[in-house]
């Protein structure tokens, strides 16, 4: 039986070499696949640079700087408390600088843990654990009866410091990369005007009320930061990242 013409060319052409065809690169194959993306789609960083910096980026700055200052304010009072507590219960020198050294053991034991809350439950969850902490451990540690106590609280005053360093990630995450650098270094200003306020209230408090009402005074600017943390925004990278785009758009189109 006779074959077709079609399967006698391809009998001739059987012993050649068809030419070989050369594979696409691994960027190139990526090229392909992002070039069939809408073009509706975007980042965050996208977002945060096309929305640039407004009213929004304003009132983070206030709210994260007062947690800023906050911390500075425990910070400076360090120097004060332990002249202050060995006048009034004779503590020895070694003990005035256990009073300095538990609260940076505390913010050095908590960093890990804090930054493993803030991955796992969101920098807002952190940030709002830390205010009520810090305020709550700071006016106890106004009324602590004896030295022991007073040293234990300070410590637990250090481990909730240790999520602070959060409030600047967050204020980072919402900032555009052209003014995210110096957003982020006028942010310590806030630092300054703690410890210069810490100052102040100390000289007008430590004369006539001794240092527990300056301990208990301190805590204020803790206690307004707490009561504000509802309405810090949750990063929206942190709801990208725990696979939650429709709650990160929401907060970017704040």
């Known amino acids: 039986m006779r074959r077709a013409k079609g399967y006698q060319d391809l009998d001739e052409n059987v012993g050649e070499r068809l030419p070989a065809v050369p594979m696409p690169l691994p960027q190139e194959i990526e090229m392909a696949s992002v070039s069939v993306v809408p073009d509706d789609t975007f980042t965050v960083t996208q977002a945060v640079n096309a929305l640039g910096f407004g009213w929004f980026q304003v009132k983070l700055s206030l709210y994260t700087g007062l947690c800023w200052m906050a911390d500075s304010m425990e910070m400076t009072i360090l120097s004060i408390l332990s002249p202050a507590l060995h006048c009034e219960w004779n503590i020895s020198k070694y003990q005035q600088a256990l009073t300095t050294t538990v609260v940076f053991m505390g913010m050095m034991l908590s960093s890990t843990f ?3 809350i803030s991955d796992r439950y969101g920098r807002k969850t952190a940030l709002s654990m830390c205010g009520v902490l810090l305020f709550y451990y700071g006016l106890l540690s106004a009324i602590a009866p004896n030295f022991l106590w007073l040293l234990f609280l300070r410590g637990l005053v250090g481990f909730a410091i240790g999520c602070v360093p959060q409030s600047v990630t967050l204020y980072a ?4 990369t052209k003014q995210r650098a110096k957003c982020v270094v006028l942010l310590d200003c806030f630092w300054a005007l703690g410890a210069c306020l810490e100052v102040a209230l100390a000289l007008i408090v430590m004369p006539t ?3 527990h009402w300056l301990l208990a005074l301190s805590t204020i600017p803790l206690l307004i930061f707490a009561i504000i943390c509802p309405w810090l925004p949750e990063s929206a990278r942190y709801h990208v990242a725990s696979g939650q785009p ?3 758009l ?3 189109e704040k």
Do not use: H, I, S, Y
């Not at 995450?173 to 555009?176: A, I, K």
């Open 114 to 116: 804090w930054g493993n």
């Open 173 to 176: 995450e919402f900032l555009p």
């Open 250 to 252: 929401e907060t970017l």
């Open 209 to 211: 009320l001794g240092v």
């Open 246 to 248: 429709d709650k990160a």
